[in-house]
């Protein structure tokens, strides 16, 4: 069995970085190095007095030290990481892509009053765990022993646990809102005979070239995925960008 220091090191970049950014906010957190309103999503502040830091610090904080922070943590560790080494397999530039337009869509998504939350980070997580249960939708998942069901339903299932936890509804239906417009606009409606509106932008291609982030991508052609069915739950055709 691999040591943790050899399972973080494993971990593929993007996922291993936002993971330890997020557990680090935390630790900070809990250490009272900081007041969490300092780094919170508060748009007056952003506009009015340009703490602009807030737009993206607020994604990196999951909450003081609970069960809920473990799960989170937990989901960025095993769904973050099953997608960037599976379907965003040296795609490390379209798997960045991925958080950062997820991330300007939670934040859009904030500005509208009764969407408005002042930390974001669990919507980027499920926005996550939604994009893995559409890659991934006839797994077979047990929650906590007590049920089986198949992927695609997970971040409903796991929506529905929190409200009965008595967690916020809000950020992880969130989540579920910016992974669906991003599964939507790069799979479904290319799928449906439309253009893919969402490539990955040339300078974050650059940006991970230039700083050799992951794996180079493999310069092949598009190949026929019919792992999935059809309809709801049919799986991706992957093109791998250059």
Known sequence: MSSPAEFYNSLPPISKAYGTLCFLATTAFQLGLYDPMLIALDYGLVFKHFQVWRLFTNFFFLGKFSINFGIRLLMIARYGVQ???GPFQ????DFLWMMIFGSLTLLVLAAIPIFQFPVLGIS??????????REFPNAQIN???LVTLKAFYLPWAMLAL???FGSPLVPDL????AGH???FLTVLHPLAGGKNILRTPFWIQR???????GAPPMQRAAVPDDRGTSGAFRGRSYRLNG
């Not at 940006?207 to 982030?213: A, D, N, P, T």
Request: no cysteine.
């Open 181 to 183: 417009l991003y599964y």
């Open 83 to 85: 997608l960037e080494n």
């Open 143 to 145: 929650i906590y022993g």
């Open 174 to 177: 969130l989540g579920i809102l």
């Open 207 to 213: 940006l991970v070239s230039r700083w050799r982030i």
């Open 90 to 93: 040296r795609r490390t530039a």
């Open 124 to 133: 980027l997580v499920f926005m996550l765990l939604y994009v893995w249960s």
């Open 162 to 164: 929190d409200v009965i």
